[in-house]
């Protein structure tokens, strides 16, 4: 198989692979259904609700920070030393990451299909978001973090696919870089 069809199918399936990482952000990730200070049709909330408009959901840091205690234990402390609080703040620069990434690529990869440079954004997008719900423990309480994991971890696992392809192929067509031997016509 030729390197730019290897190369064009990993930025599309990447591309949908970020748009399902942007789809996902705004699906009801955490359930309010014991939250004390919610209202009853604000029982669920999403990723990018909580992310994009925190002073709106100033009941669920109270609650979800209770609710993580409740579970964890009330000593829990953060990276600093101090008690555990539910914040947007925690959660927020990875995952606007990861929507940039979600809204940015797709376009990108439909223009610049063949080429391998465009595959940095969802490998750095996935990782990113990988990252944020490993070590996040507020996103590893909501109902569908596993899946967000799953299909960001895809995404960048693909990008590399089409990364290491891309090299292999630049590498071999280039010269002798890097201990790969070039291909050189022999003449008779």
């Not at 920070?65 to 925690?90: C, Q």
């Not at 620069?93 to 439909?110: H, W």
């Not at 067509?173 to 070039?182: D, E, V």
Request: net charge positive; glycine share 6%; charged share 15%.
């Amino acid at each position: 198989m030729k390197q730019s069809i290897v190369v064009r199918i990993t930025n599309y399936i990447c591309a949908v692979l970020m748009l399902a990482v942007l789809a996902l952000q705004f699906l009801p990730f955490w359930n309010c259904t014991d939250c004390k200070t919610h209202i009853d049709e604000d029982r669920m909330v999403s990723i990018a609700e909580y992310v994009w408009l925190p002073e709106h959901h100033k009941p669920i840091s109270k609650d979800m920070t209770d609710l993580y205690k409740s579970l964890y234990g009330e000593n829990i402390v953060d990276e600093y030393g101090k008690p555990y609080k539910f914040d947007a703040d925690v959660i927020a620069t990875e995952l606007v990451i990861a929507f940039f990434v979600g809204i940015l690529y797709p376009v990108v990869s439909l223009i610049f299909s063949r080429k391998v440079l465009p595959l940095l954004l969802p490998l750095l997008g996935g990782i990113a978001t990988v990252l944020a719900f490993m070590w996040s423990p507020a996103l590893q309480i909501g109902q569908n973090w596993i899946v967000n994991v799953i299909v960001a971890g895809s995404g960048a696992g693909v990008a590399l696919v089409g990364l290491v392809v891309g090299f292999i192929s630049w590498a071999k067509t280039r010269g002798r870089y890097y201990w790969i031997p070039r291909r050189v016509p022999v003449r008779e």
